[in-house]
């Protein structure tokens, strides 16, 4: 039992597809707060990077895993103006990629989901709020894979832990906490 797990483990691995590609895409954040004495209009930024693909023969399965510079905009709307937060991602997907009877090489949808890890290497923001230097999110999404090379995808990222935290408020004003949401629309090359 134990040489057929190998050699099925052995064959699938060798069969197993590795791509390297480049990213690029807008995201649209939003801020969501734990109390509700401010909101954060959404904002749109800019996302780019390297990806590397590895796809499992014929189960469509595949795991995508990128290192992305992400830019976030935020506008508050208790006064404050437009801040800025710069990000290292590196989400790390699960992915099922659907075979079109026929059209297979030629277009694959698929969905993915999977965990965000982020670490944060610059900011402008108010001296009242302070900003994790690292952040988890909870990827979900779809998109279509074209001619074998070009995928097109969209997904919703819903933050697990706070990205921001307000510091140094008199015992008059709560303390606030809020936590990343964001649609991100990118293209991929793979080679």
């Given at each position: 039992?134990?040489?057929?797990?190998?050699?099925?483990?052995?064959?699938?691995?060798?069969?197993?597809?590795?791509?390297?590609?480049?990213?690029?895409?807008?995201?649209?954040?939003?801020?969501?707060?734990?109390?509700?004495?401010?909101?954060?209009?959404?904002?749109?930024?800019?996302?780019?990077?390297?990806?590397?693909?590895?796809?499992?023969?014929?189960?469509?399965?595949?795991?995508?895993?990128?290192?992305?510079?992400?830019?976030?905009?935020?506008?508050?709307?208790?006064?404050?103006?437009?801040?800025?937060?710069?990000?290292?991602?590196?989400?790390?997907?699960?992915?099922?990629?659907?075979?079109?009877?026929?059209?297979?090489?030629?277009i694959s949808?698929?969905?993915?989901?999977?965990?965000?890890?982020?670490?944060?290497?610059?900011?402008?923001?108010?001296?009242?709020?302070?900003?994790?230097?690292?952040?988890?999110?909870?990827?979900?999404?779809?998109?279509?894979e074209l001619?074998?090379?070009?995928?097109?995808?969209?997904?919703?990222?819903?933050?697990?832990t706070k990205?921001?935290?307000?510091?140094?408020?008199?015992?008059?004003?709560?303390?606030?906490?809020?936590?990343?949401?964001?649609?991100?629309?990118?293209?991929?090359?793979?080679?």
């Amino acid at each position: 039992m134990l040489a057929l797990l190998l050699t099925l483990v052995t064959t699938i691995s060798s069969q197993a597809e590795l791509r390297l590609g480049v990213k690029g895409g807008v995201t649209v954040n939003e801020l969501r707060f734990n109390r509700d004495v401010m909101n954060a209009d959404n904002r749109a930024g800019f996302t780019g990077g390297l990806v590397a693909d590895l796809s499992l023969p014929v189960t469509g399965l595949g795991v995508e895993a990128s290192l992305l510079y992400t830019h976030r905009d935020n506008e508050l709307s208790d006064g404050y103006e437009t801040f800025k937060r710069d990000y290292i991602d590196i989400p790390v997907h699960v992915r099922l990629k659907f075979g079109i009877l026929g059209l297979g090489k030629v277009i694959s949808p698929y969905v993915f989901t999977g965990p965000s890890f982020s670490i944060l290497f610059h900011d402008d923001m108010p001296s009242n709020y302070d900003n994790s230097r690292t952040y988890t999110s909870w990827d979900i999404g779809g998109g279509v894979e074209l001619l074998n090379h070009l995928r097109v995808s969209a997904s919703y990222a819903i933050g697990f832990t706070k990205a921001m935290r307000s510091v140094n408020l008199d015992y008059e004003k709560p303390s606030v906490q809020g936590k990343d949401r964001y649609w991100t629309l990118t293209a991929a090359y793979l080679f």
